[in-house]
């Protein structure tokens, strides 16, 4: 089965750190794109993050640009999000999603269920 | 920045309504347009992607149509299990989210 499975979310102060992680399985991480995607309470979704299959390409929302970074270790089939400076409008819930490519038209077509995470003091 | 905007933000429709729902990209996208199907406290799930493609295994009652700056997802036939959010995504840089149109039980 096809799952990714996001793990680090939690409570913390503003100023603060957090490391997200997703571990993917049943697919060639490998060979994927993957993206964060968060989504604050009761607001829409937001496009926060991608990174390449190889990690050559990376792109960040200008919202998050210089304190969020984006990585990948394939071979431990696992995305990360390493935040920095963290702000309450940070505060949402975060979603790895698998970017797939048909035609080089671009969606997302796997997510996890998300993990939280809380900004305030 | 290629911005979306999403109308209506909410609508009220019955079981076996036609249901049209519009996405504008503020400029030209070609094909690059995907709908996402959201429930409170799930994931979003993939419902079109390349402005008209059916992602596998999506009902048949969902359709996407349009290109360059305007888009519509349809839904045939509303069924109980359609009630939710629903969201466009541009994919011509980077990605871009609408804000939601919300569809709920008349």
């Known amino acids: 089965e096809v799952q990714l499975v996001e793990s680090g979310g939690g409570l913390v102060k503003p100023g603060g750190s957090l490391r997200l992680s997703c571990a993917a399985s049943g697919f060639t991480f490998s060979s994927y794109s993957m993206n964060w995607v968060r989504q604050a309470p009761g607001k829409g979704l937001e496009w926060v993050s991608s990174i390449s299959s190889s990690s050559s390409y990376i792109y960040y929302a200008d919202s998050v640009k210089g304190r969020f970074t984006i990585s990948r270790d394939n071979a431990k089939n696992s995305l990360y999000l390493q935040m920095n400076s963290l702000r309450a409008e940070d505060t949402a819930v975060y979603y790895c999603?698998?970017?797939?490519?048909?035609?080089?038209?671009?969606?997302?077509?796997?997510w996890g269920k998300g993990t939280t995470v809380t900004v305030s003091s | 920045d290629i911005q979306m905007t999403q109308s209506p933000s909410s609508l009220s429709a019955s079981v076996g309504d036609r249901v049209t729902i519009t996405c504008r990209a503020s400029q030209s996208i070609s094909s690059y347009l995907n709908w996402y199907q959201q429930k409170p406290g799930k994931a979003p799930k993939l419902l079109i992607y390349a402005a008209s493609s059916l992602q596998s295994g999506v009902p048949s009652r969902f359709s996407g149509s349009g290109s360059g700056t305007d888009f519509t997802l349809t839904i045939s036939s509303l069924q109980p299990e359609d009630f939710a959010t629903y969201y466009c995504q541009q994919s011509y840089s980077t990605f871009t989210f609408g804000p939601g149109t919300k569809v709920d039980i008349k």
């Open positions: 999603a698998r970017e797939a490519m048909v035609n080089y038209y671009y969606y997302m077509d796997v």
